[in-house]
T-cell receptor, first 111, second 112 residues
Framework: GEDVEQSLFLSVREGDSSVINCTYT??????LYWYKQEPGAGLQLLTY???NMDMKQDQRLTVLLNKKDKHLSLRIADTQTGDSAIYFC???????????WGAGTKLIIKP | KAGVTQTPRYLIKTRGQQVTLSCSPI?????VSWYQQTPGQGLQFLFE???????NKGNFPGRFSGRQFSNSRSEMNVSTLELGDSALYLC???????????FGEGSRLTVL
């Protein structure tokens, strides 16, 4: 069946790069998304990548997609305390808002 | 441009009661989705409305219902509340062919 998997926690030092990984199973997915949720808040769309791309960069964020292995990663350069949050990976189809979500990775920043 | 607005933000109910949550999407967005978020189950899709029609539905009992009005505002209702319904209920409005979702801050429901 359809499933999106992420590790539950990642701990990094302030200033280092964070790499959050995700695997998905639905090869027909058109888009893959990264959302961020800060404590007590809703989810914020960080970025998304179209399935025929293998990389997308947006300021400190780099998304890498390995479609063959169904592996998606989010790299955050120069991680700051404000990056502390839960990061969700999700997959979806064209104009279909019923996304399939991972359980979220909690990013912990060590001083 | 105003974001997605959910009301109320917090509410406490007792078992057996019912609750109605409201969501105003971003202006111009016609799709509204509802999610339940709990520590144990994570994010679970409830339903999606588009132009007043329920287009997709998740695997929740019939106690969970929703509707969308002609101005795209949406409400969801949970009847005969159970303790397990305690959760953060998130609403998201959708835009674009890439399926981007824009979330509200959520309504945190506690059932006692």
């Amino acid at each position: 069946g359809e499933d999106v998997e992420q590790s539950l926690f990642l701990s990094v030092r302030e200033g280092d790069s964070s790499v959050i990984n995700c695997t998905y199973t639905d090869s027909s997915s058109t888009y893959l998304y990264w959302y961020k949720q800060e404590p007590g808040a809703g989810l914020q769309l960080l970025t998304y990548i179209f399935s025929n791309m293998d990389m997308k960069q947006d300021q400190r964020l780099t998304v890498l997609l390995n479609k063959k292995d169904k592996h998606l990663s989010l790299r955050i350069a120069d991680t700051q305390t404000g990056d502390s949050a839960i990061y969700f990976c999700a997959e979806g189809m064209d104009s279909n808002y019923q996304l399939i979500w991972g359980a979220g990775t909690k990013l912990i920043i060590k001083p | 441009k105003a974001g997605v607005t959910q009301t109320p933000r917090y509410l406490i109910k007792t078992r057996g009661q019912q609750v109605t949550l409201s969501c105003s999407p971003i202006s111009g967005h016609r799709s509204v989705s509802w999610y339940q978020q709990t520590p144990g189950q994570g994010l679970q899709f409830l339903f999606e409305y588009f132009s007043e029609t329920q287009r997709n539905k998740g695997n929740f009992p019939g106690r969970f219902s929703g509707r969308q009005f002609s101005n795209s505002r949406s409400e969801m209702n949970v009847s005969t509340l159970e303790l397990g319904d305690s959760a953060l209920y998130l609403c998201a409005s959708g835009k674009g062919a890439a399926g981007e979702l824009f979330f509200g801050e959520g309504s945190r429901l506690t059932v006692l």
